[in-house]
């Protein structure tokens, strides 16, 4: 895909079904172990975020969001069933992105493991990353 002006990364679902690109910064990438998240990307979840206003959908014809909370959704594709994105009532202004859907290289790195107290028994946490059991908010 030929970047637009202004574009920082673009991305989408293997399926074609949902594309977007990002205008605005975005945030190094996190690691959530929380139960949530576990069970609805099959791992952990790696995401990344940037302002509401710089996610641009370019395609969504099967963007799904499930209301996991009155408060949490989670946004997949309702053809190849990947999770794209994550957005919280109390963080408004941010969407966070599911970081293997953004089309490579992306320059980002990995900063934070959160919920590292969830994580799943068979996963070895990064020693090189911080780790935080429980809730990290996140500015």
Same mark, same amino acid.
């Given at each position: 895909? #030929? =970047? #637009?002006?202004?574009?920082? /990364?673009? *991305? ?6 949902? +594309?977007? +690109? $990002?205008?605005?910064? !975005? ?12 069970? $609805? ?17 370019? /395609?969504?014809?099967? !963007?799904?969001?499930?209301?996991? %909370? ?7 594709? =309702? %053809?190849?069933?990947? %999770? @794209?994105?994550? =957005? ?6 941010? &969407? =966070? $992105?599911? /970081? *293997?859907? !953004?089309?490579?290289?992306?320059? @980002?790195?990995?900063? @934070?493991?959160?919920? /590292? ?7 070895? @946490?990064?020693?090189?990353?911080? %780790?935080?059991?429980? #809730?990290? !908010? &996140?500015?």
């Amino acid at each position: 895909m #030929e =970047s #637009e002006p202004g574009t920082r /990364a673009t *991305g989408g679902c293997d399926c074609g079904g949902v +594309r977007y +690109r $990002i205008t605005g910064e !975005l945030r190094p990438v996190v690691h959530c172990h929380c139960t949530p998240c576990r069970r $609805i990307t099959g791992h952990h979840m790696a995401a990344t975020a940037a302002g509401v206003d710089d996610v641009h959908l370019l /395609a969504d014809t099967t !963007l799904t969001w499930y209301q996991r %909370t009155p408060t949490t959704r989670y946004g997949f594709c =309702s %053809t190849c069933g990947a %999770t @794209l994105f994550w =957005s919280a009532a109390d963080k408004a202004a941010t &969407l =966070s $992105i599911a /970081a *293997g859907t !953004l089309d490579q290289p992306t320059g @980002l790195r990995t900063v @934070l493991a959160m919920y /590292a107290d969830e994580a799943a028994d068979y996963h070895r @946490l990064d020693d090189a990353l911080e %780790t935080h059991g429980g #809730e990290q !908010l &996140l500015d």
